[in-house]
């Protein structure tokens, strides 16, 4: 595929036309940046990058598309992890009358932050870091807590989680309003949804572009619910006796600490070795690495205060160390987010460990850990080669349920890698009723993942809702799919 | 319009053989108590009442409307208050195919808690009571706190709110899965969702069926998130210098006491002493009614005690009784829910002093008062009959601005009070940006205000949505509604 190869004549200076030529990228070394996400792995090449810096140029270049068929795949902060941001592979010639890539960077000028309404309003390729320093200046946060600094936009069309989802839900939960031009002929632009905490007069439409991975249409603006920034916050983690000690742990802290309670962090015993292996600036927090490991993180307002935490913190988990076979085996206790600095490790840990099948799953809290079990007996028959590395959300049930093939073991076998992950999400989904996708968002390299494991009835509704909304085909992802 | 007139011959015998003889009822006697709502208001007189007692059911029953022509509105606990339930009137000869009452109270039999998952999985017609006492064994609850005791479906058709809506968010939030039936040929049964704190897997059509109103589908099981409940609850009281000091204040507490602070709900002064006038069983918090209240509310777990929260809450809020020209007049504190009852006493001390219009309307909530300042001296100059008594819950900016027609002004003029009604929505939506529907939803009694207030092409796509989703009619709400 050569570069503009596809595109009609002409379109180029029409674009051009729109956002001005410096903002449209078709030479190789400009587009390459482009062309990378969150997991370091290219798309296809575009016939060019797009950069438009407001809503009206966004609406002009998809009335352009609707016009010519070029395609139009949106793209936010590239940090997505399921390739709904990149350009299309593979497009085989004729298939297309071009495809670009449609940039949102510079759609990031507003960040309107209402401190009485606890909310902001930001354009679509506002960074999360950029809204949360706006945030803080008024003792509030975005509460969507991320290792990646990805753009608002992205947020939404992913839906992104995270470790506080416990406590503050997700982006859907925290979105009140947006901004946004539909995939249709003239490229309308829609307000649905209002700055307000309570709002209920009509259909909630703007519910459709949340996790639709910018298939459904472009948002250009949102407005979302801040929270109060904690002015205590102090961190636990807690080694246990085995896996099977986290459930009670954390049904037992939600019963005694209430909505104070903001995270809930599991860690297994190979995942925590490989980040205090391969990450120099860790510290051991134990003595041995325990079979599993819970991080618990509590926070507060100001009229509490860290030392008061502390000891009731202490007073619940104390006699869960006291006992004969007793469910704690240690506790590190932190007030300054250096804990935290284990559990964000952990993923560079894995990737020096080896290849990493990685697996975004959720399921009923209380299935975790039987999941885990039953899921590393079957691994061990079926690819003895791969060792769970899992760690995640376990307070709400999200698993990185991550299988590494070791260096030790030789070049990893694609093949093998592909099926265990196929063999773990029939696991989640067929036997325990959970998900193949609990926080990335769906996307081209989970999409056979969609097909297979969504009923087909809602598959071909969704589809149906989908050429409704966004008639003029947008970004990657087919809601319809069939398999 | 006389009983069964309008259902083609033999209806009455089908729908006898889907559900069986007892539950279709079709003598006066027997439909008069479905005929009437929350309000105490009747809608028209169906051709006969409906009792399905499970999914199957539903699907015929529906299936059986779209090929006879009959219209099923769909009816739970019947506390709604806009008529989404309500059997239609005015119907024209010749319209219809006839019209029956779908209620769902038999739908009752399952309420699943799931406790480590923190999670019910109920039939749409099991009451919030029966959903609350069930997940009490567990130490849960569901946190929409209302005065009505609705059925879950009935929750989720409106998406109701309520008083601790500033914590836990409406029912959409909460809501995870539910099982439905489309209104098509066939009554096409779809499971969406699933039993998960955190799902990404596609788009989440379940959102078109929130605060629906019953016309976009037929929800007959539903999972809902369950909370812990709070071991701790104190609330004060707070008597404020005047009504401008309830914002700041409610930041401070937040500042102070984070996710801690469950409720923040105002109250007028004509709101209260009409409830302590009227309500023989009210004790006066305070020597004299202040010019406005605000009742606070914290919730905390097992580990914090009651006492400690007191003493904490005095000493964030007594140096604003100390200042010269102090925020706060006076406190009331409570352990035991006593203050709650004069929140919960001031609709029915409303309705004793006279007519009451309803407005159910949100603001941003630094604009709460700014509008109720603006909205005071317009209705003292156009409508100086009706006198504000408004309450509700400001720590979410949900207002109940509820306009008092005092019986000793003589009979209520009802021209006036819809001139003021329309006057006050149209003060808060297109001067202040609100909502005319903060929390009861769109229905019969307030689609003229959705056709005025939400944007013509909006109203138009979510037509489509609904035909698309619901193509045999459904309810009494056309979301397509043009003027």
């Known amino acids: 595929m050569s570069v503009g190869s596809s595109l009609i004549p002409g379109l180029i200076d029409r674009m051009c036309g729109v956002v001005g030529p410096d903002h449209v990228l078709t030479i190789p070394d400009d587009i390459a940046p482009y062309r990378f996400d969150g997991r370091g792995e290219g798309g296809g090449v575009p016939d060019a990058v797009v950069r438009p810096d407001c809503a009206q140029q966004v609406s002009a270049l998809v009335a352009l598309a609707a016009e010519t068929g070029m395609r139009i795949v949106v793209q936010g902060g590239r940090t997505g992890l399921m390739g709904a941001g990149l350009s299309r592979e593979n497009v085989q010639p004729g298939e297309s009358g071009g495809d670009i890539v449609l940039n949102l960077d510079r759609l990031n000028r507003h960040i309107d932050i209402d401190p009485a309404n606890r909310t902001a309003t930001v354009d679509a390729g506002v960074r999360l870091s950029a809204l949360n320093a706006a945030a803080a200046e008024h003792g509030l946060f975005f509460p969507i807590d991320l290792g990646a600094d990805p753009s608002i936009g992205g947020m939404i069309a992913a839906n992104t989680g995270g470790a506080r989802l416990l406590r503050y839900g997700d982006v859907r939960t925290n979105l009140m309003a ?68 986290a459930l009670p742990l954390l049904l037992e802290l939600e019963a005694q600490f209430g909505t104070l309670l903001t995270a809930f962090e599991g860690i297994s015993a190979h995942a925590m070795t490989a980040a205090l292996t391969h990450v120099q600036t860790l510290r051991a927090p134990f003595a041995a690495v325990p079979d599993y490991a819970v991080l618990i993180e509590l926070s507060a307002g100001a009229a509490l205060d860290a030392a008061m935490l502390e000891e009731k913190l202490g007073t619940v988990l104390e006699p869960m160390m006291m006992a004969v076979d007793a469910a704690i085996v240690d506790i590190a206790i932190d007030h300054r987010g250096r804990l935290w600095a284990i559990r964000h490790a952990l993923t560079e840990g894995l990737r020096a460990a080896g290849a990493v099948v990685a697996c975004d799953i959720a399921l009923r809290r209380g299935d975790v850990m039987r999941f885990r079990s039953a899921m590393a007996a079957r691994l061990g028959t079926e690819t003895p080669a791969l060792v769970p590395h899992d760690f995640g959300h376990i307070g709400d049930g999200g698993l990185h349920y991550n299988l590494v093939w070791p260096r030790h073991a030789g070049p990893p076998d694609q093949a093998v890698m592909d099926h265990a992950r196929a063999s773990v999400f029939a696991c989640v989904v067929d036997e325990f009723g959970g998900s193949f996708s609990a926080e990335h968002g769906v996307g081209p390299r989970n999409i056979k993942h969609y097909a297979r494991f969504v009923a087909s009835d809602v598959r071909r509704l969704s589809g149906e809702v989908q050429r409704l909304l966004a008639p003029v085909p947008l970004g990657r992802i087919d809601f319809g799919t069939m398999e």
Do not use: E, H, Y
Request: overall charge neutral; hydrophobic content about 50%.
């Open 178 to 245: 947006v901004d946004m031009v539909r995939a249709d002929a003239a490229g309308t632009m829609l307000s649905l949804g209002a700055p307000l905490w309570k709002n209920n007069s009509g259909l909630d439409l703007k519910q459709l572009l949340v996790g639709s991975g910018g298939s459904m249409g472009i948002v250009t603006r949102a407005t979302v619910a801040l929270q109060p920034l904690p002015s205590v916050q102090m961190t636990a983690l807690v080694a246990l006796r085995d896996a099977d000690a």
